[in-house]
Structures are given as structure tokens and as C-alpha cells.
């Protein structure tokens, strides 16, 4: 089992920045993969970023160059650092790992960009 509690989430005007944190209940050192997905209001959840375990990242084309996910394995707590941030930005954030062959949530944060 993992607990995942995201934290980090808020309200940001176009251009600015924030950062997110994604704290597991374990050792993240094992943990093949971990990222963060969003759900817009009325949209579909979507796949954001995501980094392994060997520290390979991958980025959705809408976020690349602007987000940046990265993990602490002495903290198990994931970042993703958002510059430039844009009112399409706007949505429930969330955690997942992916562990033994199961994916687990965290609960999301809200993310709000203002114009």
C-alpha cells in the first residue's frame, strides 16, 4: 500500500509559479514510476508528467518546457514545479504511483490560474 497526500496547490495569477509536493506513506526508491495527472471542470482526467524510478522524465506536449517534475528519495516527495503558468492550467492535481502492478491517488489539490 502507498499514501499519497498532495499539498502545494492554490491560486496564481497567468505567469506566475507554484509548486506542488506529492508526499508517499513509503520508501519511494522502489516505486517504478510516479507523476501527476489533472482534471479540468468538465473535462477528462489527463496525464501531465511523469518520472521513474532511474529518474527518466516525460512531459505532456501542453506543459513541456514550463513544468518540471522532480523527486526527493530521502523526503519520498515528488515536486512539479510550474512556471509560467496559464488560466488552461486551471485544475484538480493529482498523484499517482505506479507499484506493483497497482496505481495509486492521492486526493488532488486545486490548482487555479488567474488572467
Known amino acids: 500500500q502507498v499514501q499519497l497526500v498532495e499539498s502545494g496547490g492554490g491560486l496564481v495569477q497567468a505567469g506566475g509559479s507554484l509548486r506542488l509536493s506529492c508526499a508517499a506513506s513509503?520508501?519511494?526508491?522502489?516505486?517504478?514510476?510516479m507523476g501527476w495527472y489533472r482534471q479540468a471542470p468538465g473535462k477528462q482526467r489527463e496525464w501531465v508528467t511523469s518520472?521513474?524510478?532511474?529518474?527518466?522524465?516525460n512531459y505532456a506536449d501542453a506543459v513541456k518546457g514550463r513544468f518540471t517534475i522532480s523527486r526527493d528519495n530521502a523526503k519520498n516527495t515528488v515536486y512539479l514545479q510550474m512556471n509560467s503558468a496559464q488560466p488552461e492550467d486551471t485544475a484538480i492535481y493529482y498523484c499517482?504511483?505506479?507499484?506493483?502492478?497497482?496505481?495509486?491517488w492521492g486526493q488532488g489539490t486545486q490548482v487555479t490560474v488567474s488572467s
Open positions: 518520472i521513474t524510478s532511474g529518474g527518466i522524465t
Open positions: 513509503r520508501s519511494i526508491l522502489g516505486i517504478n514510476a
Open positions: 499517482y504511483a505506479s507499484w506493483m502492478n497497482r496505481i495509486y
